[in-house]
Nanobody, 119 residues
Framework: QVQLQESGPGLVKPSQTLSLTCTVSGGSITGNYYYYNWIRQPPGKGLEWMGVINYSGYTYSRPSLKSRTSISRDTSKNQFTLQLSSVTPEDTAVYYC???????????WGQGTQVTVSS
């Protein structure tokens, strides 16, 4: 059974860097051609795909967020991380990590973690 679990601070101050980690269990993040994504949902809005890191370590971020986004992984811990710099209150959202394929069809989701940007 594959499980994904997000972790990180629930409160971040404006202009700081938001850092979240997704721990994957039940399967290696380097195997089986899977893609691991970060997706967020601001309050009252729809889901927004932020970026991906795949089984080989290839990363790609949403163009509108690319200058502020860094996605990396620690294969020894079977984790991948999101860093979002220079946050503003508009970055307040529930952040999810997911596993999917190259067509962005997701089969597993984390439970989501609320991140609030506020001073």
């Amino acid at each position: 059974q594959v499980q994904l679990q997000e972790s990180g601070p629930g409160l971040v101050k404006p202009s700081q860097t938001l850092s979240l980690t997704c721990t994957v269990s039940g399967g290696s993040i380097t195997g089986n051609y899977y893609y691991y994504n970060w997706i967020r949902q601001p309050p009252g809005k729809g889901l927004e795909w932020m970026g991906v890191i795949n089984y080989s370590g290839y990363t790609y971020s949403r163009p509108s967020l690319k200058s502020r986004t860094s996605i990396s992984r620690d294969t020894s811990k079977n984790q991948f991380t999101l860093q979002l710099s220079s946050v503003t209150p508009e970055d307040t959202a529930v952040y999810y990590c997911t596993r999917g394929d190259s067509d962005y069809e997701y089969d597993y989701w984390g439970q989501g973690t609320q991140v609030t940007v506020s001073s």
